[in-house]
């Protein structure tokens, strides 16, 4: 019921968009596989694979998600002893719009605690129909999160996955290292992702890829300047190749950052990265990039203001070459306006401005969260969007009231326009008034 907030996709890799279906929300981590993220825009960027992505039942496509009936379906979730057991299996309907078939989702989860802060577990996902609609889909895999000490955590897992038709290479595996520690941090990572892996349940973004990243951080707190927290210096490299050993990615990040005492903090960064396009990129509706490398530049500057500010965001400024050009970008995210204590505006802004050989173009993501919390079990907010790369302008409106602990009324209006269209047609794409209660009973 609670739409998504849009994004601009200027790379060639899939957009990942976090669940907002409470009933999938709910023990979340149960299902979390080899330590990738779930939720949150930094799922998003990185390249491990999730296992799991409940997105996938009941709504079909990306941002333009299409609803599929749910017919009939069960979670159960829970722990015995040292064991963390989760169980789901949801039946969905036809859906000709959407041009899915009836389809049966199923996932077991088994994970036993081990040391102070280990575990090993083993996961398996099925479709009864495939995506392409021959034959099912399966995955299964073995994972390990291991914590040593307070600030060493190693995160590993191995997958594989089986597609009627697909006989490439259908594994995918990991080792990850962090070290977290205040002064000093390093991150080591090898990622492997073979061309035909494809958990149908799981969001991939990117195939056929061995990966390999490295990432250090020093971090000193000065005791004679009042002002500030701790300096940050940070450098990461990242490397890329295709599984026949051609490079395609290649990314070197510095970056220092200054952490103030009142949790305000300035960032300075700079990259150098190549890319290669194994086919035609189209990047915009009249912008098309060859195949070929490309090497690219980019300084950037930020401020992010402390949240505990009335008024906060996360300002980005960047500069640099882009493909076969240049690209300037302005980012304002995490914004929060607490115009009083029960009214409050969430501004988000992007804008990029890009000069190509084969085209130029602008891009524009606006957008304002607005919420009023007329009790503290009672509240009203609305999501307002315009995308220019999808010619697209929604609007989220959202009631929501907690009559009695657990038990709750929702009443949601949904709507998107198409702004691309002719002046005279000025109805709606898309429509939907939702009204939801739900009553928890307890034993």
């Not at 088994?110 to 392409?132: K, P, Q």
């Not at 804008?351 to 130029?360: C, M, Q, S, Y």
Request: aromatic residues 14%; proline residues 3%; positive net charge.
């Amino acid at each position: 019921m609670e739409a998504d907030e849009q994004q601009i996709n200027l790379t060639r890799f899939n957009l990942f968009f976090p669940e907002k279906r409470e009933f999938f929300l709910e023990n979340q981590g149960t299902f979390r596989f080899g330590g990738a993220a779930t939720s949150g825009r930094l799922a998003g960027a990185t390249d491990t694979p999730v296992l799991f992505y409940s997105r996938r039942i009941g709504l079909s496509g990306g941002q333009a998600a299409q609803e599929v009936p749910l017919r009939a379906g069960g979670r159960l979730t829970g722990r015995v002893g040292r064991y963390t057991l989760g169980a789901l299996n949801i039946q969905s309907g036809d859906a000709e719009a959407a041009g899915t078939r009836a389809t049966n989702f199923s996932v077991l989860r088994a994970r036993r605690d081990i040391l102070r802060r280990s575990s090993i577990g083993a996961m398996f996902t099925g479709r009864s129909v495939a995506l392409d609609g021959l034959g099912g889909n399966e995955a299964y895999g073995v994972d390990g999160i291991f914590g040593f000490y307070d600030d060493l955590n190693i995160n590993t897992h191995w997958a594989r996955t089986r597609t009627d038709g697909r006989t490439g290479n259908d594994t995918s595996y990991r080792a990850h290292l962090e070290y977290l520690g205040d002064r000093y941090g390093v991150q080591l990572e090898h990622l492997l992702v073979g061309d035909d892996f494809n958990p149908e349940i799981g969001f991939v973004r990117r195939r056929d890829m061995r990966r390999s990243f490295g990432e250090f951080r020093f971090s000193p707190r000065p005791q004679s300047i009042d002002w500030v927290r701790r300096f940050l210096w940070t450098g990461s490299f990242a490397y890329v190749e295709n599984l026949a050993g051609a490079v395609e990615t290649r990314e070197t990040l510095a970056s220092f950052g200054i952490e103030l005492d009142n949790s305000d903090q300035l960032l300075l960064s700079g990259m150098r990265s190549y890319e290669f396009l194994p086919r035609p990129f189209a990047i915009s509706r009249d912008v098309t990039l060859p195949v070929r490398g490309y090497d690219f530049a980019n300084l950037g500057v930020g401020y992010n203001f402390g949240q505990q500010r009335r008024w906060s965001a996360n300002v980005l400024a960047e500069h640099g070459s882009f493909y076969s050009g240049q690209k300037t970008a302005l980012t304002v995210t995490r914004g929060r306006a607490s115009l009083t204590d029960q009214f409050s505006v969430e501004p988000l802004y992007s804008v990029n401005w890009i000069d190509l050989a084969e085209g130029e173009f602008t891009t524009n993501l606006l957008g304002a969260r607005v919420t009023y919390t007329m009790t503290p079990l009672m509240f009203t907010s609305a999501l307002v969007q315009y995308n220019s790369s999808r010619n697209a302008m929604s609007a989220n409106i959202r009631f929501r009231w907690e009559y009695q602990p657990g038990s709750e009324l929702f009443i949601v209006f949904n709507e998107e326009r198409d702004t691309g269209l002719t002046r005279s047609y000025l109805g709606p794409t898309n429509r939907a008034f939702i009204i939801k209660f739900n009553r928890l009973f307890r034993f």
